[in-house]
Structures are given as structure tokens and as C-alpha cells.
């Protein structure tokens, strides 16, 4: 792994490249026919890469999509919440049968570890978003430090449009990312929220008027730069101090009373008819 000024490239048909340019790491989605979907391969990854940066002591990630890619990431891949892989292949097919689901947001499960990664990496990391952001992937962008946008960005968290119960970490992360009100609005409309609105509440932390991919990588590089120059030292403390002034853990009561809310949903069976419903192009009747 090569640092200091040598640039470092790394690709070779992968789910995610990763190109180092001194102190700064580019992540870039690189999945386009799944619309960037968030699957176990491509978090794997990313997990994959975040660590490397930290290996190479790398002091800011940005984290991005292609810049003809209309669809930042489009979430979780539904198709991988089966519990066995030929019912992931059969997606339309096996969503007519009794096959049994998995809780795709369990903590071992590989989008939940990318997002510890994340939020635990000592430099600053953040999302530059052109284009549509899709449930898990919204969760993705509120474990970043920073989230930069354009006039493209639009963010729905869909959870209640396929019958899966959230989990509480996730629910925690955006409140603390940005505050209850809005947290309720994204989960409980579903609907698109737009780049405008996702700055006034702080889901983008900073918003280009622009539409264009290149303004916004060159005005977001010119940013994370400044940034990259900065006091790693410093920066680890900040983190750990604003991470203090963020929403206390939950106690183990609290976490029990929300795994009896989520295993009560399952068992409405929502969850199976909402993706059911998805694989058939057809609307759920909850």
C-alpha cells in the first residue's frame, strides 16, 4: 500500500475501487447493473478498503458513485434476504414459496459491520452524493462524518414499504445524525426526501447548487483536502468527544425491549409479504 504523494489504484472487477492520492482515499461504488446495491460482496469490500486506509494511515475517505451513475446506491439487495443462495437466485420464483427470511440489519450481517467501520475509522470520512440514495444506503451516509451533495441527491429510507422492522442501532444513528422529528418523517412517509430538505436537516452537511458530477467532486476534493492537512491527533479526539455529546447507548433493557418489537413485527408476517410483493413488481396489501 503506497502513501505520502504516490498515487495507489485498485480495482480489477471489484464491487468497489478504491485510488489513494496522498492523504485522501476515494471509495467508489462500482456496480452499476445492481444500481450500486449494497449486497454482502460489495460491503465486504468496502470493509475491505476502509481498512487498508487505515493501515496507510489515510486522514480523509470519500466515499462515491460513478459520475454517470443516477443512483447512488439503491440500498440493500433484497434478493440476498433469503437464508439459502438458490433462493437468492430464484428471486421471483422463491418469493412465491415459504422460504424463510433473514434479518438483513443483524449486527454480524455485512452492511451493519462496513457501517462500525465507518463510524470507528480515526480520519473523517465522507459521502459525496450525485444521485438517488436508497434505504440501508441512507443509513450508510449518516455513519459518515460529512455528507456533501448536489441538486441530484434525494434520500427514502423504505423499511416500512417491505414490512422490515428496523434495527434500534440504525433508528439511533439517525436521530443522533439528525434529531427525532425528522428521523420520524423519512421513516414514517417512506417518501423522497430532496436534497434541499436533506440539508436543512442535516442528512447533507453541505449542499453544491449544482447538477453536475464534476463541480461537485472538484468543490468536495478542495474541501476533504483542506481537511487532510489537518492534526490527525486532533481529529481522532474530536471524534471521540462528539461521539460523547451524541445519544447515550442503549441499556440492556432498552435492547430487549426492542428485540421483542422487532420479533413481533416478523411474526406479523409484513415482512414476507413485502418482499414478496417486491420481487413480483406488485404492492404489498399489509
Not at 465486504?44 to 458513485?65: F, L, N, P, W, Y
Not at 416500512?160 to 440504525?170: F, R, W
Not at 412517509?189 to 452537511?205: D, I, Q
Request: charged share 25%; net charge neutral; hydrophobic share 40%.
Amino acid at each position: 500500500m503506497k502513501s505520502g504523494t504516490d498515487i495507489y489504484t485498485e480495482s480489477d472487477e471489484k464491487y468497489v475501487n478504491l485510488k489513494i492520492e496522498g492523504k485522501i482515499a476515494f471509495i467508489q461504488f462500482s456496480n452499476p447493473e445492481k444500481r450500486n446495491a449494497l449486497n454482502s460482496r460489495l460491503c465486504r469490500e468496502m470493509s475491505c478498503a476502509v481498512r487498508k486506509c487505515r493501515q496507510a494511515g489515510i486522514t480523509a475517505i470519500i466515499i462515491t458513485a460513478r459520475g454517470n451513475d443516477m443512483v447512488w446506491s439503491s440500498g440493500l439487495d433484497i434478493s440476498e434476504f433469503y437464508e439459502n443462495t438458490a433462493a437468492q437466485t430464484a428471486t421471483r420464483q422463491a418469493a412465491k414459496k415459504n422460504i424463510k427470511l433473514r434479518d438483513p440489519v443483524a449486527e454480524d450481517m455485512p452492511l451493519p459491520v462496513l457501517l462500525k467501520e465507518i463510524e470507528e475509522y480515526p480520519g473523517i470520512v465522507t459521502a459525496m452524493i450525485h444521485g438517488s440514495v436508497w434505504g440501508g444506503a441512507a443509513e450508510l451516509v449518516a455513519a459518515c462524518d460529512l455528507a456533501y451533495g448536489d441538486m441530484t441527491a434525494a434520500f427514502a429510507v423504505t423499511p416500512a414499504k417491505i414490512g422490515l422492522p428496523y434495527s434500534c442501532k440504525g433508528l439511533l444513528r439517525f436521530i443522533n445524525k439528525i434529531g427525532l422529528a425528522a428521523t420520524k418523517e423519512l421513516f414514517y412517509t417512506a417518501a423522497p426526501v430532496s436534497a434541499a430538505h436533506a440539508g436543512e436537516t442535516g442528512l447533507l452537511t453541505w449542499l453544491a447548487e449544482t447538477s453536475d458530477f464534476n463541480i461537485l467532486k472538484k468543490l468536495t476534493f478542495e474541501k476533504v483536502l483542506h481537511i487532510s492537512k489537518l492534526s490527525m491527533a486532533v481529529i481522532k479526539s474530536l471524534k471521540k468527544e462528539f461521539r460523547l455529546f451524541e445519544t447515550k447507548e442503549l441499556s440492556e433493557k432498552d435492547l430487549l425491549q426492542f428485540a421483542d418489537i422487532r420479533k413481533e413485527t416478523f411474526a406479523s408476517g409484513d415482512f414476507e409479504k413485502g418482499v414478496t410483493a417486491f420481487l413480483n413488481k406488485t404492492t404489498p396489501d399489509f
